[in-house]
């Protein structure tokens, strides 16, 4: 089959249309992290900020079943549980030792990142970015 003019711009309009769909969701991510990023940390607009896309994201990853089950082997679960483990005991360590700078918390090491409003606005991206790709898998 050859492609004429038509067939050839059908074809490439629809190999472009789902990229096309994903810009006003960035659009909209974008400006989230944008407004988020506004709210002094540890304050009631910036639980807000992080609840309001962040209960529904975890209500769908609950409630949808994956398209593919991946078993995970006994090394890998005992790795990933160690890892959870070993933070776990890392921060409360180091919340029991004080938290300060000989016994920083890791709330405490990412700080100086988030004190600026960059910093914030990468946060919240990456904090949504992490939560959306978990959902996804």
């Given at each position: 089959m050859?492609?004429?003019?038509s067939e050839a711009?059908?074809?490439a309009?629809?190999?472009?249309w789902?990229?096309?769909?994903?810009?006003?969701?960035?659009?909209?991510v974008?400006g989230y992290?944008l407004?988020?990023?506004?709210?002094?940390p540890l304050?009631l607009?910036a639980?807000?900020a992080?609840?309001?896309?962040g209960?529904?994201?975890?209500?769908?990853?609950v409630?949808?079943t994956p398209?593919?089950r991946?078993?995970?082997?006994r090394?890998?679960?005992l790795t990933w549980?160690?890892l959870?483990?070993?933070?776990?005991?890392?921060e409360l360590?180091?919340?029991l030792?004080?938290n300060?700078?000989?016994?920083p918390?890791?709330?405490m090491l990412?700080?100086p990142?988030?004190?600026?409003?960059?910093?914030?606005?990468?946060?919240y991206?990456?904090w949504?970015?992490t939560?959306?790709?978990?959902?996804r898998r």
């Amino acid at each position: 089959m050859q492609w004429g003019g038509s067939e050839a711009r059908t074809a490439a309009r629809g190999a472009a249309w789902p990229m096309l769909r994903r810009v006003p969701v960035s659009v909209a991510v974008i400006g989230y992290a944008l407004c988020a990023a506004l709210a002094q940390p540890l304050t009631l607009a910036a639980l807000v900020a992080v609840l309001l896309p962040g209960v529904p994201l975890a209500w769908y990853g609950v409630r949808r079943t994956p398209r593919t089950r991946i078993w995970a082997g006994r090394r890998t679960v005992l790795t990933w549980l160690g890892l959870g483990v070993a933070f776990c005991l890392w921060e409360l360590g180091a919340f029991l030792a004080g938290n300060d700078d000989a016994h920083p918390t890791f709330s405490m090491l990412a700080d100086p990142v988030l004190a600026g409003y960059p910093g914030r606005v990468a946060g919240y991206l990456l904090w949504l970015g992490t939560g959306a790709w978990l959902v996804r898998r």
